[in-house]
């Protein structure tokens, strides 16, 4: 009855199957982490360090709804909170910050791109 190229996955019989030889167990995949992992859609744009303030559009952690990533701004927590404060009662939109990467909702690169000009930082518009 026993094939050589077989094995019980399941019986009726009453008992549990026989656990499976290491050798044919495939390999665990990596999972991604709640901060997106390593997926494509998860991922959040690197900042280069240049100085150059850089606005995505994307959709990182929103559910497939659109939004604009604010890239590579210097200052302290403290000062990216109130910039962050000022971008969201300019615009009149809702934001956060995810560590140094604000994420505006909506897509609104032309107006923060004018906004953040307006404060003194070099902007470009950056994917997509």
Do not use: F, W
Request: contains cysteine; positive net charge; charged residues 25%.
């Amino acid at each position: 009855m026993s094939e050589p190229n077989s094995e019980r996955v399941y019986s009726t019989d009453g008992g549990p199957a026989p656990p499976r030889p290491a050798a044919t167990r495939r390999p665990a995949r990596p999972r991604s982490g709640a901060d997106g992992g390593t997926g494509a859609r998860g991922r959040r744009p690197a900042d280069p360090g240049d100085g150059v303030v850089r606005l995505h559009r994307g959709k990182p952690a929103r559910g497939g709804k659109q939004g604009t990533l604010v890239v590579g701004l210097p200052g302290s927590e403290a000062e990216l909170d109130a910039l962050l404060r000022l971008c969201k009662q300019r615009i009149g939109t809702g934001g956060t910050r995810q560590g140094r990467v604000l994420l505006i909702q909506g897509d609104h690169r032309e107006a923060l791109l004018a906004l953040l000009e307006a404060e003194g930082h070099g902007v470009k518009l950056a994917g997509g």
